[in-house]
Structure formats: structure tokens, C-alpha cells
């Protein structure tokens, strides 16, 4: 990262310290702010400021990523059916090659033993680092065809799928354990005080009530031909473009929807204890949003938000918010626009509920465990012998923690 990117960087985070200050020392105890009329210019000052910045801290961003993938093009130019990414550095120095997951499914031991006929053939393949399943989780080109060409090519268009962000902002780690328990710190009396010579000090209490995340499974089955097996480069292709995202794309609805019932995770929006707030009208929704964070920073939370999640078609009405005049607030329609609101960025997807908007602080207070990595492995079922086919099956293992519920409000009437 360039040093201006960085410099840009911290000059945002002093200015937000710098208002955070302010806010905390004009805070009372009713929950207002007792700014005067100069604290107050001061503070459509440096958000003025922190607007601009955020706007050229992303366009360098921006810079930097469209230099950083059209070199990693460049050393792709000599193996274009290949499109993998490269990670870290091997001991020779060059570019650490990571192998997707249809690659270690089709070059493990397994499934070169694999054969049609054999009633106990199976073949897997796990990913067990996390180095290979952050590639995965990101993963989805539309690269090679399913089956082997014939009188036709080997082209083959997948359907218009979503594509999985949440996860990608979500602290992740490997656990060996069935379910996550954690203590979650749900008092906490603050009797401390001055106290004169000689008299008793005051008492405080504290409490801590364990929680609990149970791992969860999410699977799916595909059955194949044996001819379809025998083509190695249309099965890992087709591993990595479609079982993949099929996972994927369940494991994101489950971390903002799960209900909690059964085997499902408790995602973010069925989550006791989160915060609510609601939008007066289209018009209101940057202003409910911005005292959604408020809440999550001075009420219960005590957290910084990070991100906002938002359907499409919900952050399409603040795109087209336009001033008196006509004029685009976001950014003329010659220009993309910054996706982001009082300097959060706003995760777009149509995983979210419309007509609501979820913000919080994602990198601190919630975390996946995850006990299993993508596992995709092939054998018979039922009369898959018969018939001369096999079934794929993927799946994994996880669990979704939210350690504190009021760092994230969700906001209705978006």
C-alpha cells in the first residue's frame, strides 16, 4: 500500500478521534449532545472534511487495486484458462501458487483411485488451511465449461447468481470444537467513587452469563455421470464455480436470516438484544441510519460501526437522493458514486431484507468459527450404480458468534 493511501488513512481516523472526542465530552446523561453554535460548525467542518477525504481515499484505493489486479493479469497472460490467484511467497521467493477446491478435490490420492465401476469407490477432498478456504470463500469466475465438448464448444453460461460479501467482513478463525461458548458480560454496576479517610469503599458487581453457538452443517448433493468424472478439468471447474458458490450463498442467508430454529444459525437480524430504529420516510433514511450509529457508539454498544448492509434496491433510493435543484447528492450519473454513508462503507446485496438496513461494528463484536472447511467428496447412492453415476456432495461446519448484540441496530422503513 502506497504511503499517501496510508497517510489519507490516518488522517480519517485522527479526525474521527477528534469527534469522538467531542461527542464524548458534550454527551449527557439524558443522552443529548450540549454542543454550542461554534462546536457545531466545527463539527460540519471536519465532517465536510472527512467526506472529501473518504472520496480521495477511495479513488486511490481504487488506483491501487486496478494497478495491483492489472499486474496480476499480466503474470496470468501465459496461462488464461487458469485464473487462479497467488498467495505469500514460497522458499524460492517467487508467487505462492493456492490451489482452488476442485483442484485438491481431482488431484487427491482419492480420486485417482476413483474408478466407475467400484461399488466402495470414494473420493474427497478437505480444505483444511485457512489460506485455501479464504480463496474459496471469494472464488467464484465463470470459468470453464461442465461437460466435454463434442459437435458443440465447451462453453458453458451459469445462471445469474448473487454474489457472497457478508462473510468476507466477518473475523474467521478454525475451531475443533461442536459448539462456541462464550461469556457474554451482562452486568456491570459501577459503584466506584471518591471516598473520605477512613470510611468504606463502595462495592461494584459484575456478572457473566455463558452463550452459546452451536456448529451447524450446510449441505448440498449433486449427482453426476461417470463420463462427467472422467473429464478432471470440467469437474474441478465445475466444483469451483457452482458447489462452491451453492454453499456460499446458504451460508450468507443463514448469517443475517437464520432463525435459530432446528439446525439453522441465529443470524444478525434474529439476534435478541440488537438495537432497532425506524426511517419517517425515503427521504429520512442517511439520517435514521446515522442515529442508528449514534445509539450503537453512546447508548448500549459503546462500539464504532464499520459497515452498513443494504438491498439493492434500497440503497438505489439514496443514490437517486437529489438536492432542491436536481442535483445527485452521491455523485452525478456520469460517476459511480461513493457506496458508503458518514464514511462506512455500505455492503450491497440482495441477501438482505428489503426496506432495512443493518449496521454495526462487524470486526469487532461478531466472529465465524468455522469446524469444517469445505468438504466435497463423491460416492453411490441409492441407485447411482446402476446407472452409472455418482453423487458430489459438499459441505461445511460453522458456527456464527455475536458477542455483543447492541453494537448492531437494524433499521426498518429503509
Request: hydrophobic content about 40%.
Amino acid at each position: 500500500m502506497s504511503t499517501a493511501i496510508k497517510t489519507l488513512a490516518g488522517e480519517i481516523a485522527d479526525r474521527r478521534v477528534k469527534l469522538a472526542t467531542m461527542f464524548e465530552k458534550a454527551k449527557q446523561p439524558d443522552g443529548r449532545f450540549n454542543l454550542d453554535a461554534a462546536q457545531r460548525d466545527e463539527v460540519k467542518s471536519i465532517n465536510a472534511e472527512l467526506e472529501a477525504k473518504c472520496v480521495e481515499y477511495d479513488g486511490l484505493r481504487a488506483d491501487h487495486d486496478a494497478a495491483t489486479a492489472n499486474a496480476a493479469a499480466l503474470k496470468s497472460l501465459n496461462a488464461p484458462n487458469d485464473p487462479l490467484p497467488w498467495q505469500g511467497q514460497a522458499e524460492d521467493g517467487q508467487p505462492k501458487r493456492v490451489p482452488t477446491v476442485g483442484e485438491l478435490f481431482v488431484n487427491s490420492d482419492a480420486f485417482k483411485a476413483y474408478q466407475p465401476g467400484s461399488m466402495n469407490a470414494r473420493a474427497a477432498a478437505v480444505i483444511g488451511d485457512r489460506e485455501t478456504f479464504d480463496h474459496v470463500k471469494t472464488l467464484m469466475t465463470l470459468a470453464a465449461g461442465w461437460a466435454p465438448a463434442n459437435n458443440r464448444t465447451n462453453i458453458a453460461i451459469p445462471s445469474a447468481q448473487r454474489r457472497p460479501m457478508v462473510a468476507d467482513m466477518i473475523p474467521q478463525d478454525p475451531t475443533e470444537n461442536t459448539q462456541i461458548i462464550y461469556l457474554r458480560e451482562t452486568t456491570f454496576t459501577n459503584n466506584a467513587a471518591t471516598v473520605a479517610e477512613g470510611a468504606l469503599k463502595p462495592e461494584s458487581a459484575l456478572a457473566l452469563t455463558p452463550v452459546t453457538s452451536p456448529v451447524t452443517v450446510i449441505a448440498t448433493t449433486l449427482p453426476v455421470t461417470n463420463q462427467q468424472l472422467a473429464d478432471v478439468p470440467g469437474v474441478r471447474a465445475y466444483i469451483d464455480n457452482r458447489l462452491t458458490l451453492q454453499v456460499m450463498l446458504v451460508e450468507e442467508t443463514q448469517i443475517l436470516n437464520g432463525d435459530g430454529v432446528g439446525s439453522n444459525l441465529t443470524g444478525f437480524l434474529n439476534t435478541a438484544g440488537i438495537l432497532t430504529g425506524a426511517a419517517a420516510n425515503q427521504g429520512d433514511v442517511p439520517a435514521a441510519i446515522f442515529r442508528e450509529m449514534t445509539k450503537i457508539q453512546s447508548v448500549s454498544g459503546f462500539a464504532d460501526p464499520n459497515a452498513v448492509i443494504m438491498h439493492p434496491l434500497d440503497w438505489q433510493d439514496v443514490r437517486l437522493t437529489t438536492t432542491s435543484t436536481g442535483e445527485f447528492l452521491w455523485g452525478p450519473p456520469s460517476e459511480s458514486g461513493t457506496t458508503r454513508l458518514w464514511g462506512i462503507p455500505v455492503i450491497v446485496t440482495p441477501a438482505m431484507p428489503q426496506n432495512t438496513a443493518l449496521v454495526g461494528a462487524f470486526r469487532e463484536f461478531s466472529h465465524i468459527s468455522r469446524r469444517m472447511g469445505l468438504v466435497v467428496e463423491a460416492g453411490y447412492v441409492n441407485d447411482d450404480f446402476t446407472r452409472n453415476r455418482a453423487t458430489l456432495r459438499a459441505e461445511e461446519r460453522l458456527s456464527l458468534e455475536i458477542y455483543r448484540p447492541a453494537a448492531f441496530s437494524a433499521v426498518t422503513g429503509v
